[in-house]
Structure formats: C-alpha cells, structure tokens
C-alpha cells in the first residue's frame, strides 16, 4: 500500500509512555521500529507512515484551531487605542507566545496537505473593537511542502510562509521551522518581523518521553527599536533532568548608530510557556504575571464555509476522516490512496499540457516569501463566510 508521504507538521505533539494495555504503546512501537535503524541528522520529510499513524485532520486544519482557541490575544491587536509602543511589543509577543499550543501525542500525526489545499474560518472579536478575525492557509508548494497563512482583524495582519524540516536527532525528532512571519499594526505603522522556536519530541527510543519547544522566540520592530527574546530552555539529558517547558528572556530597545548598538533593558521574562509566564519591569523590579496559558475562559464563534469548497481540507480529507473516525484502517487507507492517486493524475495533466500551477490566494516572491493577493482573498472571504460588506463583521 502506498504511504503518507511526508512528516512534516505545523502543530505540537508530544510522545507517550508505552503502556501495554494502550493502543497508544503500539503506535510508539512502530515509530521506534521506523526510526531504530536511522542514523541522527536523517532527514525525515520523505518518512513514510499509514492510515493508523494518522490523526483524523489535516495539518491546516489543526493550525488554525490552535491559533483561534486563544484568538483573543491576535483580536486585541486589530485595537488602536494602545499608545505606548512597549505595551503594543508586548501584546504581540503575547499572542506569539499563545499560539505555542501544548497537545499529547498518541503516536498518530496529521495529514500533510495538498498542493492548493485550503483552510478558511473566522471567528468572533472579544475586544471592543467590533468584527471577526478572518483566517486562510493555503498549501502553496508540495515538494518541498510550504504553506502561506494570512489573518486579519481591523487594525492587524498577520501573515506568515514556512517549511518544516523535521530531523532524527538519535533519541529525539527535531522540526526546524524556516520561513517568515510578520504582525503588522496599520494604525501605527509598525512591521514585526517574528522568528519562531523548533519542536523536539523526545524520548523516542529510551528517556522521559514528551515533547517541547526549544530555541528561541524573537520579534523585532525596525520602525520602534524594540527588540523582545523569550528562549525556551530544553530538559537536561534523555529528559530525566532539569524543569520541561521552562522560558526567559528579555525586553530591550535597541538604538543603532553606525556600527554601535545602544541598548537598553525594559522587561525580562521568566516562567514555564506551558503554565504562567512573569514579566519584570526593571526599572521598578516589580513582577507580574504576563501570560497564563490556563485561562481558556475565550470560547471562540467558529465559521468555516458551509457546505465546504472542493479545495477546503474538510471536502480533501472527508472519507479519510470519516474512516478513522471510525476505526477502519483498511477503508482509511483507501481513501488516502484515492488522494494521492488524484494529486499524481492532476500532476501529470498539468506536465503534459505545460501548465505551471500557481496558488490562489498568494503570490510567490522568492523561495519562502509569498504574499497574499488582496483582492482574490477579499472575495474568497466575502464568499465562502457569506460575509455582509455593510456589517461590521466584514
């Protein structure tokens, strides 16, 4: 039978102990028996992995939950009544640091999306500025995988191209994330340009199993001077010691002059991403907590288009997904059989008729740099979310 052609993911797992009397343990037998013989520094983008090593989503699906389940963090950004521009840094690195979502690995990853595969939704503001966030993702390239996101709300816009490569690392998985990503604040025109931390998941074949974030989160804004870092420290070795999930950083503003660099140290960080986060003002050492990723108070007003289009990954994926809802792994693999046979048979048509094939809603500027195509995305939106110009949800 064919096999899942690619490992790559957008969304955080982690792994799990093996327990016999879990169907979870069998999984993570087979993952140690894929990736026993691999020597470190293997790539693994070409992995292949069937029907019950899949989670019943596609990637863009689980990209854009996660972003929306703490969409209140993005919503306060469309805002323009913040003035001071440290308070606006630290808005944006908080909702950088709220998209980093904790989620248990029970063995299975989800679908690698298409060429031209799509994910649309927008969800409710709870900010006092009125409105939806809008959000799209769009599969922009298949070998090597690239996918384009584009959100918005009022006053901010988010958008973003990366490639995961994730690499056997001997005891551990690690999924390096290339690419760009930008918060940009109209009102005040401000670009953040925003670097992003890997994924190890550890414990592969013997140590603490889990997963973590490692490196470090860094978002810089030219047009202000101001420069934030928050580095995720990784568990000691195999896992066994030291704290898991553990952040600091710093907040500074950084005035160049020539070669010389001025900088000056607003706010440090300190913490755990997956528990509470404290900022401290050095100026006055008082602490407080800065981001708690606890409060899952905001319940987001989820719309996706209904019924789904052709290219949504709801429509892609529907019988595969239905099938492992169901447990039935040889229909499962059928199904995705039938996908990739499409996807070979649409490749073919588009060789053979000298047809390049270009993404609809972005448009490429160099290998990872695509930008969204403003009018082509407006009328997707109006469309698919049955969106009223004249209201203030447009």
């Not at 469309?78 to 690995?105: H, T």
């Not at 999306?113 to 390239?141: D, K, W, Y």
């Not at 403003?374 to 209201?391: F, G, P, V, Y």
């Amino acid at each position: 039978r064919r096999r899942e052609r690619h490992f790559n993911s957008m969304a955080p797992q982690a792994t799990v102990e093996n327990d016999a009397s879990n169907p979870e343990a069998s999984m993570g037998s087979e993952w140690q028996k894929m990736l026993g013989s691999l020597k470190s520094g293997t790539d693994l983008s070409n992995l292949s992995v069937g029907a019950r090593l899949l989670q019943p989503a596609s990637t863009l699906e689980k990209s854009l939950a996660s972003i929306a389940e703490r969409g209140q963090y993005f919503s306060k950004l469309g805002c323009a009544s913040v003035q001071d521009p440290v308070d606006r840094m630290l808005d944006v690195v908080r909702y950088c640091v709220s998209a980093i979502r904790y989620e248990k690995f029970d063995g299975r990853k989800p679908y690698n999306p298409v060429l031209g595969e799509t994910m649309t939704c927008s969800f409710e503001s709870n900010t006092s500025t009125a409105g939806r966030v809008h959000m799209i993702a769009e599969q922009v390239s298949h070998h090597p995988p690239i996918t384009s996101a584009y959100m918005d709300h009022r006053n901010a816009t988010f958008q973003a191209t990366w490639k995961g490569k994730p690499t056997f690392m001997g005891n551990s998985i690690e999924i390096a994330f290339r690419g760009e990503r930008f918060v940009t604040l109209k009102h005040f025109n401000e670009v953040y340009e925003i670097e992003i931390p890997k994924i190890q998941i550890r414990g592969i074949l013997v140590g603490k199993k889990g997963f973590e974030w490692v490196g470090k989160l860094r978002v810089d804004c030219k047009e202000t001077e101001l420069t934030a870092k928050v580095n995720f420290r990784a568990a000691g070795f195999l896992g066994m010691f030291g704290d898991w999930y553990t952040v600091d950083g710093a907040l500074k503003r950084v005035k160049k002059g020539g070669k010389q660099k001025d900088k000056n140290l607003l706010k440090t960080f300190r913490g755990k991403w997956n528990d509470k986060m404290y900022i401290i003002d050095e100026s006055t050492g008082a602490e407080e907590i800065f981001y708690n990723y606890a409060d899952t108070s905001y319940k987001p007003d989820m719309r996706y288009p209904d019924p789904p289009l052709p290219h949504e990954s709801r429509s892609v994926w529907r019988d595969l997904t239905q099938c492992l809802e169901q447990g039935d792994y040889a229909g499962a693999n059928k199904a995705k059989n039938k996908v990739e046979e499409e996807q070979r048979e649409l490749r073919k048509k588009r060789k053979d008729d000298g047809v390049e094939w270009t993404p609809q809603f972005f448009e490429k500027v160099a290998e990872l740099s695509y930008r969204p195509c403003e009018d082509a995305l407006a009328a997707h939106l109006l469309d698919a979310l049955a969106l009223d110009k004249t209201s203030s949800e447009y």
